[in-house]
């Protein structure tokens, strides 16, 4: 497992802690959860994007979808 540090100011520190605290989550778990989730967002959004702009709607298979997001990744 990895480990990844970054520098916050006092208040975000205060802010961070005591939400995770409120959800009785640690911070390692908050962060990286929302973490994942931003990155799936934006995936889906480029997914979206990419099927307005094809030719029309058709059908994908599962394989295909699979294809594409390990492309993305």
Do not use: P, W
Request: net charge negative.
């Amino acid at each position: 497992m990895a480990t990844i540090s970054f520098y916050l100011d006092s208040q975000d520190e205060r802010l961070i802690k005591n939400y995770a605290k409120s959800k009785n989550i640690s911070v390692s778990s908050f962060l990286r959860s929302i973490a994942v989730e931003r990155i799936e967002d934006d995936i889906d959004n480029l997914l979206y994007e990419k099927a307005i702009q094809g030719n029309g709607s058709h059908d994908i298979s599962l394989d295909e979808v699979r294809d594409e997001l390990d492309q993305l990744c």
